[in-house]
């Protein structure tokens, strides 16, 4: 209420043009610079009271700067706030958001945001464009890489806990800030994974798919969202009003403020919306707050507040009165949040000369644990893996020695120097040097090449042919006892704008994976990437095969780590690995088709002529432990009830291994007849328990007719969600393949 009031007597006060300034989010760029060059764009901006808030600040001592002269530009002292990337970490880089989805541990991925909050915070930043929560199926989609994965409901519990990470209790809280959900909605589906590309979803994908992660980033608080770039089924969501009015705000009730994506207002021009003025009035009136770099919001807002907009060949027309009236609602929404912030009453938050940031060494420490659960042991070919510390080891392949790929794509405030690289990290903890043999030219072919030339090159080259490498790290495995292949991609191969045809190992490093298998020598691959990459012959030839992303920091450290025995192996795949690109899109949730099963005739069946039946794939929520993990068989507390109860499912899982394991049991649900057609499975519910050698726990699931609701679309512009009574099955087990049923009645 107090808020409402005073951000009231501030609207009171304000005249159109301040409230206007207040809808422009810039990037610092260059930043405030002083002498003969002080009048920067950005300051000018700032000495005329036209800034809301400021992104990619360097420093604190700069945001100050830049605070001051806010202050003093605003006649009303209305101070701006500042915002970052901040996706996987801050200046502690964790593994990428696709690394960490793959933990399937919620209070772990809360933890690395309430530090990455924490960092923030104390560096004078308030708002961090994430989390980032688009479900994506498709590995050539460069953005997988900070996705949470192909699931709605891991996503979505990651996208509360992120938020809660961030925000704490209160955003105004020294240590927390005001997280943001993003990208809203349908990114992560773009055609043929272009980023980008717009999206033809069914109503029925967007609600049970895409958005479950919005909702529950929003029933969670979070302060505010961001809009994407896509159009979703022909409306840019820049201008989708339906969905950002209608289901957010009204549907959803969510109050917090909404930003356009980097110059997305501009953008709808180029999507064929009309020049820049409609382009404004449409993202404005479709719920907009804030315009993010573009400028137009500031350069057409005064002349459409005077003349209003007509666009005949839209359909569309705002009076100036209701551009005047949106104009308020979008500032009182962007003072709400700076209230929110703590700002109004303290504008130099998180700006004071020595602010308290966490202990580096707990950062490390939390990175180190969260690469570790990240990787996922994909093979274990007569218990290679752990390694025995006193192995002769050789380290071959691009990724031995790596530092600057290991912090993955969006790392902007992370540093290099950071990483403690995987053959330091061996050496560390087995006591000797192991042999690196460095490959830095097979990371890829031509094509790839050439790309990374455009976008800065981090893996580094050797200038000698494949032979003599080839040469070099054939006599290195010779004279080892195990040889441990890292090959993958580089970090600029995924994240924005970085999408790639073909996700899978380029050629060189297949070969060089053959020469190794080739010696009889044991093979451990480690795949370092920003995407699921197809691993097709490598699964075969490798003895044992850790799947380890962009790990961060400690990346290679939590790589050793599961390598040596040192931690155990607990990572689940929070998406399907394909064993051949031309697979994607592929999920597990797939609905079944007319005709699913093997007929007499090939080509009936929904698979590939060129693709082995028996090809390995992984499935998600796939991943070994070093331990033997027994699962009893699923009971029902009552395989017929009333929708309104509650059924339990118990089951007791053992750990009959000597070491402790971290298992991640998953239960999934089909209904197998329905009003449309249903996904083949649906994950509704997982746990994740710690068992120490010997120990065996019964775990109860509580199942509920409402995890049985679904969307069916009634227009094009309207869903409803329905649930029937019938039979149902319920999968219970280690991942979406791998699992026991039962069969429950619903009655009502
Ligand atoms: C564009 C990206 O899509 C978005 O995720 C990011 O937050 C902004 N740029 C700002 O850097």
């Known amino acids: 209420m107090e808020e ?24 610092a760029g260059e930043g405030l610079v ?18 809301g808030a400021i992104f990619g600040t360097k420093s604190r001592a700069s945001a100050r700067a830049m605070q001051e002269r806010a202050l003093a530009g605003s006649r009303l002292s209305i101070p701006v706030f500042f915002a970052e990337d901040v996706i996987h970490g801050h200046r502690t880089v964790f593994p ?6 793959c933990s399937w541990d919620l209070d772990l991925i809360e933890e690395t945001a309430a530090h990455a909050a924490a960092e923030a915070a104390a560096e004078g930043l308030h708002h961090v464009f994430a989390p980032m929560i688009d479900i994506s199926r498709d590995p050539r989609w460069g953005r997988v890489a900070e996705s949470p994965g192909e699931d709605p409901l891991l996503a979505a519990r990651i996208a509360a806990a992120m938020t809660r990470g961030f925000q704490g209790r209160n955003i105004a809280d020294a240590d927390r800030v005001a997280a943001c959900l993003k990208h809203f909605v349908g990114y992560g589906a773009p055609e043929s994974g272009r980023d980008y590309d717009n999206v033809s979803l069914s109503w029925e994908d967007l609600l049970a798919v895409h958005l ?13 969202v961001m809009v994407a770039f896509n159009a979703v089924n022909k409306l840019p969501m820049h201008a989708n009003k339906p969905l950002i009015e209608g289901w957010l705000r009204k549907g959803e009730g969510f109050d917090g403020l909404v930003i356009s994506d980097y110059t997305g207002v501009k953008e709808l021009t180029a999507h064929g919306l009309g020049p820049a003025a409609v382009a404004v009035a449409r993202a404005l009136h479709a719920g907009i707050d804030m315009d993010m770099v573009g400028e137009d919001f500031l350069e057409k807002l005064p002349t459409l507040a005077r003349e209003g907009v007509e666009a005949p060949h839209a359909g569309f027309s705002l009076s100036a009165a209701e551009i005047v009236d ?3 609602k979008a500032c009182h929404r962007v003072l709400i949040f700076k209230s929110r912030l703590g700002l109004l009453s303290n504008p130099f938050k998180g700006l004071a000369e020595n602010p308290v940031a966490p202990s580096r060494q707990e950062g490390r420490k939390l990175a180190r644990k969260a690469a570790a659960r990240s990787t996922i042991l994909i093979k274990n070919d007569h218990s290679l ?8 080891v050789a380290l071959i392949g691009p990724f031995a020695a790596d530092r600057a790929n290991m912090l993955g794509t969006w790392a902007v405030s992370g540093k290099v120097e950071d990483v403690i690289p995987l053959n330091e990290a061996v050496k560390a903890l087995t006591g000797t040097e192991p042999a690196v043999a460095w490959g830095a030219n097979i990371v890829d072919e031509l094509w790839l090449e050439q790309r990374l030339n455009v976008h800065g090159v981090t893996v580094e080259r050797d200038s000698r042919s494949e032979d003599a490498i080839l040469k070099e790290t054939m006599a290195a495995a010779h004279a080892a006892d195990v040889v441990i292949a890292t090959i993958g991609e ?29 010696t009889g020598k044991p093979l451990v691959v480690v795949v370092f990437a920003g995407r699921p990459l197809a691993l097709g012959e490598v699964a075969e030839k490798a003895d044992a095969l850790l799947f380890a992303w962009h790990g961060g920091i400690a990346g290679p450290q939590g790589v050793a780590d599961v390598l040596f025995g040192a931690a155990s192996p607990a990572g689940r795949l929070a998406v399907s690995l394909p064993t051949h690109p031309g697979e994607v899109p592929l999920y597990h949730a797939a609905e079944p088709t007319g005709r699913p099963s093997l007929g007499n005739f090939q080509k009936f069946r929904s698979n590939w002529l060129d693709l082995p039946d028996d090809a390995i794939r992984f499935p998600f929520g796939f991943g070994l432990g070093y331990g033997t993990v027994r699962y009893g068989s699923p009971a029902l507390s009552s395989d017929t009830a009333m929708a309104t109860e509650t059924v339990l499912l118990s089951l007791k899982i053992e750990n009959t291994g000597p070491g402790e394991v971290v298992e991640t049991v998953q239960l999934y649900a089909s209904d197998p007849v329905a009003r449309v057609t249903r996904p083949a499975r649906m994950l509704i519910d997982f746990k994740q328990v710690t068992l120490s050698a010997g120990e065996a726990r019964e775990l109860v699931f509580e199942i509920t007719a409402q995890q049985f609701r679904y969307p069916i679309a009634l227009s094009l512009l309207s869903a ?28 009502t």
């Open 385 to 392: 893996l752990p390694l025995p510390l006193d192995q002769k």
């Open 720 to 747: 409803e969600w329905v649930r029937d009574p019938g039979t149902i099955q319920l999968h219970v087990g280690a991942n979406s393949r791998d699992t026991q049923s039962v069969e429950l009645k619903w009655l």
């Open 326 to 328: 949106l104009v308020d």
């Open 34 to 51: 002083t002498g003969a060059a002080q009048h920067t764009p950005l300051a000018r901006r700032l000495d005329a009271g036209q800034v």
């Open 212 to 224: 479950p992660p919005f909702q529950a980033g929003v029933a969670e608080g979070a302060a505010s």
């Open 490 to 518: 580089a970090k600029e191969h995924a994240g924005e704008s970085s999408s790639r045809l073909a996700p899978d190992l380029p050629a060189p490093q297949r070969r060089l994976i053959s020469r190794l298998a080739n």
């Open 4 to 27: 409402q009031e005073a951000v009231g007597r501030l609207m009171a006060e304000m005249t159109l043009a301040e409230k206007i300034g207040q809808l422009n989010l810039l990037a």
């Open 96 to 101: 990428i958001n696709i690394a960490l989805a």
